[in-house]
């Protein structure tokens, strides 16, 4: 894959299906689920002289030893601003229970929340927004054309793609990422860009091993994270 002195290509990664109750919101930080995966598709999109990220949640480590079995785990950078919305007071419960909770207030057409619920104990989809956000513009803050593969999470990839095309969180909150899915992004180096279009470009986005729906809160009957 060849690389843009004027931009860089970030790939973000939802980590491998984890292990939770059946109908239930995953708890904390759940492993993954252990069991042969097909991934030649994924690694074959992937630039093999990339920088790995992922957040400090151990599911996005066990993601990346799969996609890069030899990758040296020194050599991975953390950030918590990978990490996914905290779901508090929610986690490891009945998603029926959760959502005999919300359903009486505002509802969303695509979603099982809207962009500002808040669990008890948790945090909003906007203030995902805000906490990738904040990550990203570091990322354009310190360019380098260096390519990233960042294993992360479904809600922060929404996140980013929220931020790339200027989009409310409402808008992107209900974005289907489906695990390994794979979002790809570029970001234009900002001594380069022009006001118009920004510096980020959302460049597509590859389903990973299944499609359709697979998100906990992306509509009431789903509940793998």
């Known amino acids: 894959m060849t690389t843009h002195p004027e931009t860089a290509d970030i ?21 993954i689920i ?7 598709t994924i690694t074959s999109m992937l630039p093999s002289d990339a920088e790995w990220h992922v957040s400090p949640l151990h599911r996005t480590r066990q993601t990346a030893a799969l996609l890069m079995p030899h990758l040296d785990p020194a050599a991975i950078h953390e950030d918590s601003r990978l990490a996914e919305m905290e779901f508090g007071a929610w986690a490891d ?26 669990p008890p104990d948790g945090g909003s989809f906007i203030d995902l927004v805000t906490q990738v956000r904040g990550w990203m513009d570091d990322l354009a803050a310190s360019f380098t054309p260096t390519p990233r593969i960042v294993v992360t999470h479904g ?44 510096n980020w470009l959302f ?17 009431p009957d789903q509940s793998g994270a």
């Open 203 to 219: 460049a597509g986005l590859f389903a990973g091993l299944h499609a359709g729906l697979s998100d906990p809160l992306a509509v």
């Open 155 to 198: 809600g922060v990839i929404r996140a980013a793609i929220s931020v790339a095309l200027a989009a409310q969180p409402e808008h992107a909150v209900g974005i289907p990422v489906p695990h390994f899915g794979v979002a790809r992004l570029c970001l234009m180096d900002p001594a380069r860009a022009t006001a118009a279009g920004g």
């Open 34 to 40: 252990d069991q042969p995966y097909a991934l030649e």
């Open 93 to 118: 419960r009945p998603v029926s229970d959760v959502w005999n909770e919300i359903k009486d207030g505002p509802l969303h057409n695509w979603s099982f929340v809207t962009a500002d619920t808040t």
């Open 11 to 31: 790939f973000l990664v939802r980590h491998a299906p984890v292990v939770k109750k059946p109908g239930h919101v995953p708890p904390s930080d759940p492993p």
